[in-house]
């Protein structure tokens, strides 16, 4: 199992790769496409959601990386494109800018054959709000195979505690480092499914020790 590190060293790790200009996002994107790529054939249906902050930027840029390799993919982007950060806005132009469009909610017709959560990565700290856990409940009614980027959307990524019901993932993509929350035992185990980590080539010397 891969060593496992708090969100503020994972936070550390991003500003050191930021500052010696690399650009992040597009690279956890591209993973999470790829990750996608390798267990599901071109034409199948993707449906990535896409959340508020960084981590929908993330999803933003695996969704117009898939539509490009010939996945049916659509994207929903419950809290509008207004107050994305700086570079979750640019990922949402990328996907504008390749014909892509979002929806406000779900529409389960037709069924995809994946979701991606990005809906809140390793930053959430509080109860997700009504709405966001009604999309989150019906996400899990669905039952289909779900791909969490960073961690499950609903879990606090240093302790592993529920924050709400989390999405029941089948797989959960870290980019950089495995959060700490993701190697207790618990809310965070249950919901993340296989755990994977992708580097992003960013190694984590320097910017604190596993948690």
């Known amino acids: 199992m891969p060593a496992s590190y708090?969100?503020?060293?994972?936070?550390?790790?991003?500003?050191?790769?930021?500052?010696?200009?690399?650009?992040?996002?597009?690279?956890?994107?591209?993973?999470?496409?790829?990750?996608?790529?390798?267990?599901?054939?071109?034409?199948?249906?993707?449906?990535?959601?896409?959340?508020?902050?960084?981590?929908?930027?993330?999803?933003?840029?695996?969704?117009?990386?898939?539509?490009?390799?010939?996945?049916?993919?659509?994207?929903?982007?419950?809290?509008?494109?207004?107050?994305?950060?700086?570079?979750?806005?640019?990922?949402?132009?990328?996907?504008?800018?390749?014909?892509?469009?979002?929806?406000?909610?779900?529409?389960?017709?037709?069924?995809p054959d994946l979701v991606i959560d990005g809906l809140f990565g390793i930053g959430l700290n509080r109860p997700l709000g009504p709405d966001w856990q009604a999309l989150v409940d019906t996400v899990n009614a669905w039952g289909l195979p779900v791909l969490a980027l960073d961690v499950p959307s609903g879990i606090d990524a240093d302790t592993g505690a529920a924050l709400g019901r989390p999405i029941l993932a089948r797989w959960t993509l870290s980019f950089i480092a495995r959060a700490r929350g993701l190697a207790r035992p618990g809310a965070a185990a249950d919901a993340a499914g296989e755990s994977h980590v992708d580097t992003l080539g960013v190694a984590m010397t320097g910017a604190g020790g596993p948690g």
Do not use: H, K
């Not at 550390?12 to 994107?29: D, H, K, T, V």
């Open 6 to 111: 708090s969100v503020a060293s994972i936070r550390a790790a991003e500003r050191q790769a930021s500052a010696a200009g690399r650009r992040l996002m597009p690279l956890a994107g591209a993973a999470a496409a790829r990750f996608v790529a390798a267990r599901l054939a071109p034409g199948a249906r993707v449906l990535a959601l896409a959340g508020p902050g960084n981590n929908g930027g993330d999803a933003l840029v695996a969704a117009t990386r898939l539509r490009e390799m010939g996945y049916d993919v659509r994207v929903v982007l419950p809290a509008g494109a207004q107050g994305l950060p700086a570079d979750a806005a640019r990922a949402y132009a990328g996907w504008i800018g390749a014909g892509g469009t979002c929806l406000s909610a779900l529409d389960p017709d037709p069924a």
